[in-house]
């Protein structure tokens, strides 16, 4: 097996002050900040077989524009595009870098002057130092997240925290050590949003900054944090809530931290590795256009409304009908690009969803000979994946689901993004 190589790199990627603050509505702005925004960019080498990691300290990134970025750093740096996993690691106390209906327009001034600069700054360096490197990996389980979907004693469901819920404890943490057994670089893996802070004025990549820079003081390696599914899972507040303040994230973000150093220290054994990559579509069943009446029916529900969900069915709806008049043909399928980046046994899979729980933790246990860690927010934004038992329930990720698309997914297309995913894995590991 040949050496794999990796060069690391990192760069600020904080806002200036006054910004919008993407994630809840589009009326907050930051005033001041409490830890900066990054890039962080992981470049393997292995041979012939290149492969790029980044985690951005965003919430999420409009699909177009991690297309552009990944479709750039080819150009610059010879990397294939579909070899580029860009995730989002889903703080909502960072700029528009998404743009949604309901939420506010990309900024685009901060994405051409700071963003996408510094993103090809740290993909810059990090090939130019490159060094020889084995791997270790551990798990173990954190309970800093807790799924959200909170339904009330009246059959209402709101953002909260759900104990009877569904959600993936696990936490991986994989380091990365050069010959000279210096740790250069680790990786940590799980799923919750970044609300801890909730609708503050402080920029700030939140719980899992506090939880990045410990590790990192601790190993001596620049650590970044790559989200899981966490499109029904909150962080663990001690105020019973999905979403709190400063003093929380600090707590939150403690509670992460000593979760991620202790099972970093279960790391004795560092080995060799083989580089996995492997990118092919994926395709997810729709169904048809909900009917001419249906939209005008939902658009004369929301024809006033502004921001948030409500904002985004309006626009729906509004599509929909445009589409009657433009001649549009209802499609099959939609086709979604999927990358799998690994270390012999263990893969990151990519998903431009909020993917929920369950489905990650299905398509892990249903392959035997790998552990399979799914990403949330990486390669675009694609809005929320719920499972097919949700949509009975509705509530706000559900609402969003059903409307962020022109055509709505068929309801069990959970099961068809499992199975298109596991037949992708099967392809790379027999």
Not at 218 to 223: A, D, P, Q
Not at 279 to 286: N, S
Not at 344 to 349: D, Q, T
Request: aromatic share 8%.
């Amino acid at each position: 097996m040949e050496k794999l190589y990796l060069g690391v790199a990192r760069k600020v990627i904080t806002p200036e002050i006054g910004g919008q603050l993407f994630g809840y509505k589009p009326d907050i702005f930051s005033e001041s900040i409490e830890d900066d925004l990054t890039a962080t960019a992981f470049y393997f080498k292995q041979g012939d077989k290149q492969a790029l990691m980044i985690s951005v300290t965003v919430c999420s990134i409009k699909t177009e524009l991690a297309e552009s970025i990944a479709q750039t750093i080819e150009e610059k740096f010879g990397i294939k595009k579909e070899n580029c996993l860009i995730s989002a690691t889903h703080t909502h106390s960072g700029p528009n870098t998404a743009g949604m209906t309901g939420w506010g327009d990309v900024d685009t001034k901060y994405c051409n002057d700071i963003f996408v600069p510094q993103i090809l700054a740290a993909v810059g360096e990090a090939v130019s130092k490159t060094e020889a490197v084995t791997v270790g990996i551990a798990h173990g389980e954190s309970y800093v997240g807790i799924n959200r979907r909170q339904l009330l004693a009246d059959n209402r469901l709101i953002l909260g925290q759900n104990k009877r819920g569904c959600f993936n404890p696990l936490m991986t943490v994989v380091s990365f050590r050069n010959d000279e057994k210096k740790v250069i670089a680790n990786m940590i893996h799980y799923g919750a949003h970044g609300t801890a802070a909730g609708m503050n004025h402080e920029i700030t990549r939140d719980w899992s900054g506090i939880m990045t820079d410990t590790l990192e003081g601790l190993s001596g390696g620049i650590t970044a944090f790559f989200n899981g599914t966490e499109g029904d899972v909150g962080p663990r507040l001690s105020n019973g809530g999905t979403t709190g303040n400063m003093k929380l994230v600090h707590e939150t973000g403690g509670v992460a931290a000593r979760d991620a150093v202790k099972i970093y220290n279960t790391i004795y054994d560092y080995r060799e590795a083989e580089l996995i990559v492997s990118a092919q579509d994926i395709k997810i069943p729709l169904k048809k256009r909900m009917t001419k009446e249906e939209a005008t029916a939902l658009l004369e529900m929301h024809k006033d409304a502004r921001i948030s969900k409500f904002a985004l069915m309006k626009k729906h709806s509004e599509d929909v009908l445009k589409s009657y008049e433009d001649g549009f043909i209802d499609e099959e399928f939609m086709s979604v690009p999927q990358t799998v980046i690994g270390f012999n046994k263990l893969l990151f899979v990519g998903f431009p969803f909020e993917l929920f729980s369950e489905i990650g933790m299905r398509i892990d246990d249903e392959v035997k000979d790998a552990c399979v860690l799914s990403l949330s927010n990486a390669n675009g934004s694609e809005g929320y994946f719920v499972t097919e038992d949700a949509i009975c329930r509705s509530g706000y990720e559900v609402d969003m689901y059903l409307h962020i698309h022109l055509q709505q997914y068929e309801d069990n297309a959970d099961f068809s993004l499992m199975t298109e995913t596991l037949s992708h894995i099967e392809k790379i590991i027999g």
